[in-house]
């Protein structure tokens, strides 16, 4: 049997490696933890790191006592609805920015990711007036268009550099063969650019499935509360219950995980391509 000799490098690289994977995830298991203990044993001192007391009561309590199920509706639809509008303007215009020579183009895309790095703060109260005098307040609309606004210009920039990777060729044979330009775009091109589009959608699902400030803004209805608003009513102006509150943020955040955990491959391959072809 052939023996494994590591090399001091090597070795520190995975100590680092490790601690560094021990510190991301630490806080997800603190929050696991302390949503499956009772309420008596979350303060103690010092405090228990696995507790031979779990239970599911806290899920069950934030069920019964919060409408979790209708939280968690609202922000599907929403982060459904942004997606779709994203991933279809998005693909749209990378599309013609890399298909057709527009002038500007170059200093267009610049412009859009310059809008990517100014806070969102700014743009809440301008916003929320155009949804107030639209009527969309307290609406799934307000909140699609925020979101998929904020999401465009950074899918736009990752499409691009995924498109270029496709050849002209494709599309003018298809043109040749028959079809128009919006078949070829929709038939050939889009199939093949496939996991960039993927990778937009994941990252504008997790943006609007996140978001927090918008979606206290545009909604003032308990009805059209999303889970980041939900889970954050939990916190009381006398007590927090954290083990009630942790079971609320565990199911809020599980969508998100199961679904970046089913798609991230294809993240991966679209954030390379980009930087490597933009």
Request: proline share 5%; no cysteine.
């Amino acid at each position: 049997m052939k023996e494994i000799s590591l090399k001091p490098a090597d070795l520190a690289r995975g100590v680092l490696i490790a601690v560094a994977l021990a510190a991301t995830l630490f806080p997800f298991y603190w929050m696991v933890n302390t949503s499956l203990k009772p309420g008596t044993e979350v303060f103690l001192s010092p405090p228990t790191f696995f507790s031979r007391n779990w239970s599911f009561d806290a899920y069950r309590i934030v069920f019964e006592t919060r409408p979790m199920g209708r939280y968690l509706l609202n922000s599907l639809i929403v982060s459904l609805g942004a997606t779709a509008l994203s991933v279809f303007l998005s693909a749209l215009a990378a599309y013609g920015f890399t298909r057709f020579f527009i002038r500007g183009a170059t200093v267009f895309v610049l412009f859009l990711l310059f809008t990517k790095m100014l806070p969102e703060t700014l743009l809440i109260i301008p916003y929320f007036q155009i949804m107030a005098s639209l009527g969309l307040v307290d609406s799934y609309l307000a909140l699609i268009l925020a979101y998929s606004s904020f999401a465009l210009p950074f899918s736009v920039w990752m499409l691009i550099g995924f498109f270029r990777t496709i050849p002209r060729e494709i599309d003018e044979a298809a043109i040749i063969d028959g079809a128009s330009r919006f078949q070829a775009f929709s038939r050939v091109i889009l199939p093949l650019a496939r996991p960039g589009l993927v990778a937009v959608a994941l990252f504008t699902f997790i943006i609007a499935w996140n978001s927090y400030v918008w979606a206290l803004v545009l909604t003032t209805n308990a009805d059209m509360f999303v889970t980041s608003v939900g889970v954050a009513n939990l916190v009381g102006e006398y007590r927090v219950q954290w083990n009630e509150l942790m079971a609320a943020t565990v199911i809020a955040a599980a969508p998100v995980m199961a679904l970046y955990a089913f798609l991230n491959r294809h993240l991966v391959s679209a954030i390379t391509s980009g930087a490597v072809k933009a």
